[in-house]
């Protein structure tokens, strides 16, 4: 069993392994240009070239992203409870959401523009935009498919509607909650870049935008590495709250 669980631990590093690898040798046997697709190497080297500039643009594209991901979370978890404690309001609702869902957050951007200039204002709200639908989504899911049974025999017990709410379906909904954050992390990066790319002077977006007009692709890829790796370690962080606060609600998992 430990075997097992290492092995799982290690896996995700030696598929890394694997791929840099064959994407190297790629890249060399068949002499791509770096301005057409950049080799692993010629990456890391752009990035320790470049550190302390990719440094300053991560940092404005990661606090920026926390801003608008910390909206997106109370938002969410607001909307959220309110549909899934009233069918009547999960009726209403949910189909309007779902549609304003399917919308390109991208097109969004120029409107907020107009409305708030150029800056961190357009890029707090993409990622806020892009990143509280699957939280709405999964605190309202936790809610509504509470056990009709288990609310009955509640209610004749005595407890009240909100009782039930608050003391049995909020705690039912945290492994829903945390599996819509690792998504919804994720989703608020590429509404920051994004909206970076096309309305700030400053941030990954932007050293994107610029390192491709500069036709120096290894910048743009080491760009790319920094989002992912930011995205990556911000996934780990709530995988890692979510093992100690509900691992009651997982199968075989033990919090340590």
């Given amino acids: 069993m430990n075997k097992s669980k290492q092995l799982e631990r290690l896996a995700p590093w030696l598929l890394l392994v694997a791929i840099l690898v064959l994407w190297q040798a790629i890249c060399t046997g068949f002499a791509i240009s770096e301005f057409i697709f950049p080799s692993p190497l010629r990456i890391w080297e752009q990035m320790v070239e ?30 959220g409870f309110i549909v899934g404690s009233s069918r009547l309001a999960y009726a209403a609702m949910y189909p309007l959401m779902t549609a304003f869902n399917a919308l390109p957050k991208a097109a969004f951007v120029p409107i907020l523009v107009v409305w708030f200039g150029i800056g961190i204002g357009p890029a707090i709200l993409t990622a806020f935009l892009i990143s509280f639908f699957p939280i709405t989504v999964n605190i309202a899911t936790g809610l509504a498919t509470l056990e009709p049974e288990l609310e009955d025999v509640l209610r004749v017990l005595g407890a009240r509607r909100w009782d039930v709410l608050i003391k049995v379906g ?4 945290m492994p829903y909650f945390f599996a819509s954050l690792k998504v919804a992390i994720t989703l608020a990066f590429v509404g920051t870049t994004v909206s970076e790319m096309q309305a700030s002077n400053e941030g990954i977006g932007y050293l994107l935008v610029s390192a491709g007009s500069a036709m120096q692709m290894g910048l743009a890829f080491a760009g790319l590495v920094a989002v992912g790796i930011m995205a990556m370690l911000m996934y780990e962080f709530f995988s890692w709250i979510e093992k100690r606060t509900t691992g009651w609600a997982h199968r075989g998992s033990q919090s340590v």
Avoid at 51 to 79: E, M, N
Avoid at 170 to 173: A, D, F, N
Wanted: no cysteine.
């Fill in 170 to 173: 909020l705690p039912r909904s």
């Fill in 50 to 79: 470049f550190r302390s500039v990719i440094l300053q643009h991560s940092w404005r594209t990661f606090w920026v992203t926390l801003a608008g991901f910390g909206i997106a979370i109370a938002v969410g978890v607001l909307l």
